[in-house]
Each structure stands twice: as structure tokens, then as C-alpha cells.
């Protein structure tokens, strides 16, 4: 049995409903042991209008996060609500470092909420790593999802910031959490690719020095080690063959949008390299359908499953 710490998320998205729809959905998996991790009135009021009370009742639940009645509006993007989400997932990321759980999933932040609530913040991977005692940069973001595993060897910042920052060192570490990451996966050395940087890997030095200088290295170090690599090369190129296992990507929008075309609300989001396993959904909060009763669990689903190894 996996014992697994599920975080609500936003909880004025759609959080509270794809978490209460997710548990019915699995109601008589017994490898699966779930506690979830998030704001008790808002997730009662949630069952309520969704016709869940029974599901709401029998979950095991540690509260966090609460909201005030003004602040718990489904829809609106909200400083308090946003720190409850932050709340929420790092609780479960503690009670997990402690050994109570095997992993974490989280459901969907909203960015704009926790940056209004003046907490720093660039996804689940740097959340992760603080709640680990970890330097913010040795968790990495993979997305699965389409046939896809994509590690990211930066994330949520501007591409400028982004070219500053990539080296050798760090294309190496978020190549090795991604192999990592795959054996727990059940996959054992996988055929790994390295995006490049510039168009078509910088063809040379034809397009840029950033290739030739910080990739070719990354990936001779790699073969060294054992890790069978290809690349750099274009992104567009690797893609179209799907020839590998999991694909290294340089920048956020090489990795999100391949797996994001391929499995629309359905990828899932690995923060890897960390003490901790924490998954969530490839997808965000969904204010626009918070509270309406149409949100899908497919994605919160994948992600438990996946971290499970349930198929």
C-alpha cells in the first residue's frame, strides 16, 4: 500500500472539487492510502454543492489553510487563499520528510494568489526543496503526460534569467533527477536527449555560443557517467523522432508545450531531485470553472496512480 499526503491547492479553484471527485473515484483501491491536506470548511461546503457529503465524511483529513468567509470565493484570485495553498502543500511535504507518507500530490496552484500573498514562489519543485532544507535549485520540474517525460532545467523565470543561470553543473543535475526519476518510475536507463538552447542546437556556432559551451559539455559529463545521451539538438527534431525516454528541456515553453498539445489537462508535474516525490496536475487552478461543478479529476487521478505505480 502507498500512503500518499494529497494537498487541496488553491482552494477558490477547482482543488476542493477534483480532490473530493478523485477520492470517489477510487473508493475501493486498497494499494492506495490517502490523507488529505487542506482547509475543512472550504471542502464540506465543496461536498455539499456537489452532492459529495458522504465522500467529504470519509476521508481522512488533517486540516490546514482555513480561509475566512470573505476570503473563500470560488473563482477569485486571492492573497489568503493562495497562502493556503502553500499551507497546505507544505504540511504534507513535512509529514512526508518525517515518514509518514510515501509522497505528495498537490492540486493546482495559482501563481498570482501566493505572490499577492508576498510569499516567493516558482512552482512546487522550489517549494519542495525549502520544505527540505535544500538549495532552490537542485528540485526540477518534469512534466509525463502524451508519451512524453520531460525534465526542466529551469523554470519559471525570464528566458534572460533563465540563460544566466543554465551550466553545465545545473543541465547535469536536472539530467540525473530525471534518470532518477524514471527508475522510480519503473523505467531503468532510459535513452535520454538534451534540447538545445538556440535554434537547431545553435547549428555550430551559427546561431550563438550557448550550446557549444554549456550543453556539449553537460553532455559529454553524462556519457561519462554512464547515462546513454544524444544532443544537443533542436527540440523540434528530437520531438518528431521519438526515439527517448525522458528529453531534456533548456526553458519552461520546450517542455510545457509538447507534453500541454499532447495531453491536454491529463499530463502530470514531478518535483524531482528533492527528499521528497511531490506530484500534482500539468495543469493550473481553473478559476473560470471553480465552484461550477465541471471540473475533471483525469489529471489529479494520473498523478496519484503514477506516484502509486498503479496503471
Known amino acids: 500500500m502507498r500512503r500518499i499526503a494529497l494537498s487541496v491547492g488553491d482552494p477558490n479553484g477547482i482543488g476542493p472539487e477534483i480532490v473530493l471527485k478523485a477520492l470517489a473515484a477510487l473508493r475501493g483501491e486498497d494499494r492506495l492510502q490517502i490523507t488529505v491536506f487542506g482547509p475543512a470548511e472550504v471542502l464540506r461546503r465543496t461536498a455539499t454543492a456537489c452532492g459529495m457529503e458522504a465522500v467529504f465524511l470519509g476521508m481522512a483529513l488533517r486540516p490546514v489553510g482555513e480561509l475566512p468567509a470573505a476570503a473563500a470565493l470560488p473563482g477569485q484570485v486571492n492573497a489568503q487563499a493562495g497562502a493556503s495553498a502553500v499551507a497546505s502543500a507544505t504540511l504534507a511535504i513535512q509529514a512526508c520528510r518525517a515518514g509518514e507518507f510515501d509522497a505528495v500530490v498537490a492540486g493546482p496552484h495559482h501563481e498570482t494568489a501566493i505572490h499577492q ?30 508519451g512524453l517525460r520531460i525534465v526542466h ?27 532518477r526519476a524514471c527508475g522510480m518510475l519503473g523505467l531503468a536507463q532510459p535513452r535520454v536527449a538534451l534540447f538545445g ?20 559539455p553537460a553532455a559529454l559529463r553524462l556519457r561519462e557517467q554512464g547515462i546513454a545521451v544524444d544532443g544537443p539538438a533542436g527540440a523540434d527534431v528530437l520531438l518528431a523522432d521519438r526515439k527517448h525516454d525522458l528529453y531534456v528541456a533548456m526553458l519552461h515553453d ?32 481553473a478559476m473560470d470553472i ?18 502509486a505505480g498503479i496503471s
Open 290 to 307: 471553480a465552484g461550477t461543478g465541471q471540473a475533471r479529476p483525469d489529471a489529479l487521478l494520473r498523478s496519484l496512480r503514477l506516484v
Open 197 to 216: 538552447i538556440n535554434p537547431h542546437a545553435s547549428e555550430g556556432r551559427l546561431f550563438g555560443p550557448e550550446d557549444a559551451e554549456l550543453v556539449v
Open 117 to 146: 500573498a508576498g510569499i516567493s514562489f516558482s512552482g512546487y519543485p522550489s517549494l519542495v526543496a525549502r520544505a527540505c532544507g535544500q538549495d532552490e535549485h537542485s528540485v526540477f520540474l518534469m512534466l509525463v503526460g502524451g
Open 254 to 285: 520546450q517542455g510545457h508545450i509538447p507534453v500541454k498539445l499532447l495531453a491536454p489537462q491529463a499530463a502530470s508535474a514531478l518535483s524531482i531531485g528533492g527528499e521528497v516525490l511531490l506530484a500534482s496536475t500539468g495543469h493550473g487552478s
Open 153 to 179: 532545467v529551469t523554470l519559471h523565470e525570464s528566458v534572460a534569467t533563465a540563460l544566466a543561470r543554465i551550466t553545465p553543473d545545473l543541465i547535469v543535475a536536472a539530467t540525473q533527477a530525471g534518470v
